[in-house]
């Protein structure tokens, strides 16, 4: 046995071979030979140490956060070259990704449920419309809805007469006021027109829900002939379409006012038409959206009024957003209106958005009311649209259009579809009229929605305006064409489903339903392009969870199948050495905080350990020390 301190010829043999010849000792993690490999196989090797099982970032590094715009960080990391606290998100808005504080808060995260059809056509007077109905799972007690309605709408005046359409929630009127507008006549007139209006309804509980669509009379009036969805001379039935969206309580892009209320004033600001809200981002598009019965009377010359939806007492800076209604001498039209318009290069910061009444220019002093019936709903919606956000587009028009048929020029809207398993929503708003004036002919004009210069795959989208050809005496007064040339804001909307991801176009077709019928678009600009405006609008949707009934619907992105019901999917992100935050699903198992969701899609309690690796390198004279010790021991 060797003596302390001392070496045999054969250990001293052994130490100088591998160094003559230039060999590589490979040693482990814990400084364990583990073998020779010869210069020649391994000439640009260096000794290196495996990690330990417990992971830790190298020296003057840190962790890189997965990516992931639901599901928070389970501990610190770098969010590309910033460093992340636990908690945070790290996901990007344009290209980059950074540190975040919230979840992504945008449009396409608000659950959309809604149904779009032709027909049927429905003449009962009172009860609930056949097919205009949509069901939907509201997921908290405290959110809102924003309800949507449009459909052709009509009540015949045998003599003055008014009908009612309400949006109901479980067939019963919304708890915090009822959802509905007015269409009122006088005798004589039949006005089949597209029309549109919305709501926000507060006091609904969490769960399953059903919004349906019922008609009756208007309260105080007892003739009410009523017809919904009638088509003029065309092949298909008119189109309906509900929609109701819920919106949780500290959304931070959406603000409203809604209520029940009339304002006789034929200039100003118009009475609790306010939304006062903050926009958040410098660069970010503000949605507006309008819902209110608008009327004009006169009973001795012809005229029209104005709303104009204005931010902070002005015109918004990037054009002003007003609609208009026109009527000939005689007439007394309280009926629902709605527009939308989009406001940009608007500072970030606090804004009021106000409606504002007045005459349209170019007529003296007109006798203007919105609101009218005491239970007639109204909303006005200020939406924030961030700059990031891809799956929104729109066009806004302020020249008018005196086409009677074909592809309106002024409505070319270009925009790229994001996703295969989306839905668009298509809305449309503008001044609509048809007149039958010197045609001989009752008259209907046909706008129409085509993507890539068709209808859409899976409806026609479409809204009719009608009008007829009579001559009608109130006392002593004679009314031409009562109600024949109505230049009026309308709106309409529709999904489109079966459109591929890539890029599109979105146009207005005008359809002449009878030959010699006049149609009109946009009516009145001014005063110099700056007057009343249409707007069409393509918004891509993912489709609710909660809408899908069958597995093999419920998919990834957004949905997995669960105890028999499709819920929403938030997919862990996936990291080998970053915990999640919060819960998620990995690969076909549910996660919890502080968990792993590997690389792999496979679960665990601890940060992956990196493969062992073996690696080796040429030691120089000085290693024969460190084999001389370990022979030693």
């Not at 043999?13 to 030979?33: K, Q």
């Not at 959309?112 to 939907?136: C, E, I, M, S, W």
């Not at 009878?514 to 946009?522: A, I, V």
Request: proline share 5%; with cysteine.
């Amino acid at each position: 046995m060797a003596r302390a301190g001392s070496m045999c010829p054969l250990c001293g043999l052994l130490l100088c071979l591998p160094v003559a010849f230039g060999a590589e000792v490979v040693v482990d993690a814990e400084g364990t030979i583990r073998g020779f490999v010869t210069s020649a196989g391994r000439a640009d090797r260096q000794l290196v140490r495996r990690k330990s099982a417990t992971f830790s970032a190298p020296e003057g590094k840190e962790l890189k956060c997965p990516e992931s715009d639901k599901v928070p960080l389970g501990e610190g990391c770098m969010c590309e070259d910033a460093s992340c606290e636990k908690g945070k998100f790290c996901y990007a808005l344009d290209s980059k990704a950074e540190c975040q504080d919230k979840t992504r808060e945008d449009p396409s995260l608000l659950d959309l449920y809604g149904a779009t059809a032709n027909g049927p056509h429905d003449t009962k007077d009172k009860g609930q419309l056949n097919g205009r109905r949509v069901k939907f799972f509201k997921k908290s007690e405290k959110s809102g809805l924003r309800i949507y309605y449009s459909d052709n709408q009509r009540v015949y005046g045998h003599t003055t007469a008014s009908g009612r359409w309400e949006i109901k929630i479980d067939g019963k009127s919304c708890p915090s006021g009822q959802l509905s507008k007015d269409v009122y006549v006088y005798k004589g007139q039949n006005p089949h027109r597209v029309r549109g209006f919305g709501g926000f309804c507060s006091g609904v509980g969490k769960g399953a829900h059903e919004v349906s669509v019922h008609v009756g009379p208007t309260p105080g009036y007892s003739s009410y002939d009523c017809d919904t969805g009638y088509k003029s001379f065309y092949s298909k039935e008119h189109t309906w379409h509900v929609e109701v969206q819920e919106v949780p309580e500290d959304y931070p892009f959406y603000a409203q006012a809604s209520g029940a209320s009339g304002d006789g004033r034929d200039t100003g600001p118009i009475d609790k038409r306010v939304v006062n809200f903050k926009k958040r981002l410098a660069d970010s598009r503000v949605r507006l959206f309008y819902s209110d019965s608008l009327r004009v009377a006169e009973s001795k010359k012809s005229c029209g009024c104005r709303w104009h939806l204005r931010i902070d007492g002005k015109a918004c800076p990037s054009g002003p957003i007003m609609g208009d209604v026109y009527i000939r001498k005689g007439e007394n039209n309280h009926r629902p209106r709605s527009f939308i318009g989009y406001c940009e290069d608007l500072s970030e910061g606090s804004h009021k958005v106000d409606v504002e009444v007045s005459t349209v220019p170019g007529y003296t002093t007109c006798n203007c009311y919105t609101g009218w019936h005491p239970t007639g709903h109204f909303v006005l919606e200020a939406e924030e649209i961030p700059k990031h956000y891809k799956m929104v587009h729109h066009i806004t028009n302020y020249l008018g259009d005196g086409a009677d048929k074909g592809y309106l020029s002024k409505y070319k809207l270009s925009f790229t579809k994001q996703h295969k398993d989306t839905r668009l929503r298509l809305f449309y708003s503008d001044n609509l009229k048809t007149n039958s004036q010197g045609s001989g002919n009752n008259c209907a004009c046909q706008w129409e929605i085509h993507i890539d210069q068709k209808v859409c795959p899976s409806v026609e989208i479409f809204g009719q305006v009608y009008t007829h050809l009579k001559d009608l005496k109130i006392g002593s007064t004679k009314i031409y064409f009562p109600d024949g040339s109505p230049e009026r804001i309308r709106s309409f909307a529709g999904f489109c489903d079966g459109i591929e991801p890539g890029d599109h176009t979105a146009q207005i077709y005008l359809r002449q339903i009878k030959s010699g019928c006049d149609c009109y678009t946009t009516w009145k600009n001014s005063p110099s392009g700056k007057g009343a405006s249409g707007t069409l609008e393509v918004h891509e949707f993912w489709r609710p969870c909660g809408e899908m009934t069958k597995e093999a619907d419920c998919a990834a992105p957004k949905c997995y199948w669960k105890d028999g019901t499709c819920v929403d999917l938030v997919e862990c992100p996936g990291s080998d050495k970053v915990a999640v935050g919060g819960a998620c699903r990995c690969g076909k198992e549910d996660v919890a905080a502080g968990k792993y969701c590997y690389a792999d899609m496979t679960v665990g309690d601890a940060a992956k350990e990196d493969p062992k690796e073996e690696k080796s390198g040429s030691y120089s004279g000085s290693i024969w020390l460190a084999l001389s010790f370990m022979m030693l021991q």
